[in-house]
């Protein structure tokens, strides 16, 4: 009995091994990661008449193929990107999509967002933000029983007051970590997008609308 008991749990430790290691072999294909989140509206308020542009963000990334890597068990990787692949448009719709629900005071403000490429049509704009993306990335390494997802950003945000030609330029970046035990990339998705919320709350405390101009709060 004491054999077969050994015998059991060695196989049921083997079997185990096996549906792991079937997973955890790269491929080198593409996951892209949907970052659009679903916005809490505001309550109704009476706002402050003032328009506001969002540039795409410009991508100074140092790897700017792909946002990172998981990096498998058994050797290999797969790749990780963003639903049509420029980070920058991505950042520039949160930003937009964060501003038009729920933004400086809770509330909601007219906001447009510029079409990657083209000249920002900048009538009746009041402020023009745009930025450069420093980092922006999210990897994972896989080993037994667990995997670490890891998550970073860095950006500088410029915002251009037309009205008194004045700017305000702020520098926000975080980073967050988790450890799951049954990976999949919902996990890299939901990190990433955790990160980047955060990074827009940071700019949204750091900054204020007064008479019609974005401003630092301190």
Not at 13 to 34: E, I, P, Q, W
Not at 98 to 104: D, I, M, N, V, Y
Not at 179 to 185: D, G, I, K
Request: glycine share 8%; proline share 1%.
């Amino acid at each position: 009995m004491k054999q077969t008991r050994e015998r059991l749990g060695i196989g049921i430790v083997l079997t185990a091994s096996l549906l792991m290691g079937a997973g955890c072999a790269g491929t080198g294909k593409t996951f892209y990661l949907d970052l659009q989140q679903k916005q809490a509206v505001a309550q109704y308020q009476e706002s402050e008449s003032v328009s506001i542009v969002i540039e795409p963000f410009e991508d100074r990334r140092l790897e700017n193929n792909w946002l990172g890597v998981r990096t498998h068990l058994w050797g290999g990787v797969t790749y990780f990107n963003v639903v049509g692949g420029k980070p920058g448009d991505v950042i520039a719709l949160s930003l937009a999509d964060r501003l038009k629900t729920r933004g400086w005071k809770g509330r909601a403000w007219t906001v447009r967002v510029a079409s990657s490429g083209a000249v920002a049509n900048l009538n009746d704009a009041d402020i023009v933000i745009s930025g450069q993306l420093l980092d922006f990335s999210a990897n994972a390494k896989s080993r037994f029983f667990s995997t670490v997802v890891s998550t970073s950003s860095k950006m500088v945000i410029t915002a251009r007051n037309l009205g008194d030609e004045s700017t305000t330029i702020r520098t926000v970046e975080g980073a967050q970590r988790d450890t799951v035990v049954w990976f999949s990339e919902a996990d890299v998705q939901q990190l990433l997008a955790a990160t980047l919320k955060d990074s827009i709350d940071r700019y949204l405390d750091d900054t204020t609308i007064n008479q019609k101009a974005l401003r630092p709060t301190r």
